[in-house]
């Protein structure tokens, strides 16, 4: 069966500190892989995506995240975080072109 | 442009009871499909649609079904609705250009479902 962990349900950080939010998959072929954010009371928003190309993605507000095919990873980070930061991020794996699978989510807590 | 959008926001049910909730794609969309989000947990996969027609299902039984129309709006439908059936219940719309083919896809904003 197919899989998506995230290794830490949560994580508190200081404002403007890096953080790193970690995310493995099992699968040995050819995954298309996502990060979500979801705020409060809101739906999921895409941050960013792995289709194909360059294994190092990264989003318009500082995050980056790098494919790792070896590893089985998908590790999204960002250099300095801000308090508008704290949400819940989900990483996701798109298997056999129809299945999305998510993690059970990593709420960060960027704190002043 | 319009997002996706959902309907209701809030629903209550009764135990036993069957439940319609709706979803309008994005414009330009051909694909949605339907996560069931449990708190404090991810997105579980319930089933896609692609141009009206079934295109992939997770483990849910068969009291979930679903229908998409030609004007890509969707419904979720689940009937003999039990306790475990209250979540968060999210549409996503995507464009599919094949098969084989990778996609993004956009969620709405979901639907809170308590069942009683």
């Known amino acids: 069966a197919q899989s998506v962990t995230q290794l830490d349900s949560q994580v508190p950080v200081f404002e403007e500190a890096p953080v790193e939010l970690r995310c493995n998959y099992s699968?040995?072929?050819?995954?298309?892989l996502f990060w979500y954010v979801q705020y409060p009371n809101q739906g999921l928003q895409l941050l960013l995506k792995?289709?194909?190309?360059?294994?190092l993605v990264e989003s318009i507000n500082g995050f980056e995240a790098e494919f790792n095919k070896s590893q089985t990873s998908f590790h999204l980070r960002k250099p300095s975080v801000h308090i508008s930061d704290t949400a819940e991020y989900f990483c996701?794996?798109?298997?056999?072109?129809?299945?999305?699978?998510f993690g059970s989510g990593t709420k960060l807590n960027v704190k002043p | 442009e319009t997002g996706v959008t959902q309907s209701p926001t809030h629903l209550i049910k009764t135990r036993g009871q069957q439940v319609t909730l709706r979803c309008s794609s994005q414009?330009?969309?051909?694909?949605v499909s339907w996560y069931q989000q449990a708190l404090g947990q991810g997105p579980q996969f319930i089933f896609q649609?692609?141009?009206?027609?079934?295109?992939g299902r997770g483990n849910f039984p068969p009291r979930f079904s679903g229908l998409q129309f030609p004007n890509y709006s969707s419904e979720l439908n689940v009937n003999a609705l039990e306790l475990d059936d209250s979540a968060l219940y999210l549409c996503?719309?995507?464009f599919g250009t094949g098969p084989l083919v990778p996609y993004e896809q956009y969620f709405g904003p979901g639907t809170r479902l308590t069942v009683t």
């Open positions: 996701a794996v798109l298997y056999n072109f129809n299945k999305f699978y």
């Open positions: 996503a719309s995507s």
């Open positions: 649609y692609y141009r009206e027609e079934e295109n």
């Open positions: 792995y289709l194909s190309g360059s294994t």
């Open positions: 699968s040995s072929v050819s995954v298309y």
């Open positions: 414009s330009g969309h051909n694909t």
